[in-house]
């Protein structure tokens, strides 16, 4: 027996029951990760060719390849969807499912390369012609940011104009 009292050993073990559950969690419940350079240069481009109004899935994070479609409604238009697919085999079957489903597939993305897809119906294949890579921006380092802004710092001190009022004693009316 310790001659712990009983109070410090319940807190000992309370800390050490929070401790080990924060260890167990590993990222909290309804956050995704944030998207890569890839995914928002495929959000840029279902922007361009979509317009404002997009939704983007789920899906698209981690995926290879992505179309946009948009549903053809009698009254008014519906925002584009935005959807993620593993490969250009699926992207074909999307594709298939929805010229039948009553889809207008504005376009597809491959993610990979960073490239816009064109798609055409031969035969009955569907045959994807890749157009000009899109350029993708990669996020900055944080020590590269630090030493831009420092930089920009420097200069701002060194052009900034005097206040008139600082040789007039502060602040004075």
């Known amino acids: 027996m310790s001659d712990e009292p009983e109070y410090l050993k319940a807190i000992k073990r309370n800390q050490a029951q929070r401790k080990q559950a924060r260890t167990e969690k590993s990222q909290p419940v309804g956050h995704a990760a944030p998207p890569s350079p890839a995914e928002r240069e ?9 317009g404002k109004e997009i939704k983007i899935a789920g899906s698209l994070s981690g995926s290879k390849v992505a179309v946009l479609v948009q549903p053809i409604t009698p009254f008014g238009t519906p925002p584009a969807t935005l959807e993620g697919l593993p490969s250009r085999e699926a992207l074909a079957e999307r594709v298939r499912a929805a010229q039948g489903a009553g889809e207008n597939v504005l376009g597809c993305f491959e993610l990979t390369t960073g490239r816009p897809l064109s798609v055409e119906t031969q035969d009955g294949k569907v045959v994807f012609t890749a157009g000009e890579a899109r350029q993708i921006l990669k996020a900055e380092s944080p020590e590269r940011m630090i030493r831009i802004a420092a930089k920009q710092a420097a200069v701002l001190a060194k052009t900034r104009k005097l206040d008139d009022r600082t040789g007039r004693g502060g602040r004075g009316r």
């Open 42 to 50: 495929a959000t840029r481009w279902a922007h361009d060719v979509g």
